[in-house]
């Protein structure tokens, strides 16, 4: 049973910055892509930044470019975004995604396991 379990949400104001970490459980994590996504009300899952097996690799939305930025601990099973420069635009729920190949790709039907997603609210 795989366990994507994200933690780190919550509210700021524009301008802050917020951490947001992805533990995952149930396979060898450095056999995954990582990817964050989120997804706004009413609206379809939105990517925001993929991670290769060992991290040599990231990609990142245009709208996030400069100011979020992925990692991983493959010692932690753990995968992170850093998220700077927040605006209220970026108020989302976040989720993790696990990819089971060596791919990286922004497609979210690509994915196959997703954790719970955590709130991100930024007001202005």
């Known amino acids: 049973q795989v366990q994507l379990v994200e933690s780190g949400g919550g509210s700021v104001q524009a301008g802050a910055s917020m951490r947001l970490a992805c533990e995952v459980s149930g396979r060898t994590f450095s056999s995954l892509v990582m990817g964050w996504f989120r997804q706004a009300p009413g609206k379809d899952h939105f990517f925001v930044a993929a991670i290769s097996r060992i991290g040599a690799s990231t990609y990142y939305a245009d709208s996030v470019k400069g100011r979020f930025t992925i990692s991983r601990d493959n010692d932690k099973n753990t995968v992170y975004i850093e998220m700077n420069s927040l605006k209220p635009e970026d108020t989302a729920i976040y989720y993790c995604?696990?990819?089971?190949?060596?791919?990286?790709?922004?497609?979210?039907?690509?994915?196959?396991?997703w954790g719970q997603g955590t709130q991100v609210t930024v007001s202005s």
């Open positions: 995604a696990a990819r089971e190949s060596a791919i990286i790709t922004a497609a979210s039907n690509a994915y196959d396991y």
